[in-house]
């Protein structure tokens, strides 16, 4: 019994943004990180990009520029 309970919780990670406990599936893959997955799950990842590039759109359209000058024509 208690081997399924330790293969369930390494199978799973809490996230502190949403405080939730989700499967290792819901959370993107970081190699610098110690267990291999990103911090943040991925729909509270989509959240946070989405609201660094409102707050920051300078970059975003030159960011877009570069992308599009550089595009193979």
Same mark, same amino acid.
Do not use: H
């Given at each position: 019994?208690q081997?399924?309970?330790?293969?369930?919780?390494?199978?799973?990670?809490? @996230?502190? #943004?949403?405080?939730?406990?989700?499967?290792?599936t819901?959370?993107?893959?970081?190699?610098? &990180? *110690?267990?291999? =997955?990103?911090g943040?799950?991925?729909? @509270?990842? #989509?959240?946070?990009?989405?609201?660094?590039?409102?707050?920051?759109?300078?970059?975003?359209? &030159? *960011?877009?520029? =570069?992308?599009?000058?550089?595009?193979?024509r």
């Amino acid at each position: 019994m208690q081997e399924a309970q330790i293969a369930t919780r390494e199978q799973t990670k809490f @996230c502190p #943004r949403c405080r939730e406990t989700k499967p290792l599936t819901n959370f993107r893959r970081a190699r610098d &990180r *110690k267990d291999g =997955r990103a911090g943040y799950c991925g729909e @509270c990842m #989509r959240v946070l990009i989405r609201d660094w590039y409102k707050r920051n759109p300078e970059w975003s359209s &030159r *960011k877009n520029a =570069r992308q599009w000058a550089n595009r193979p024509r």
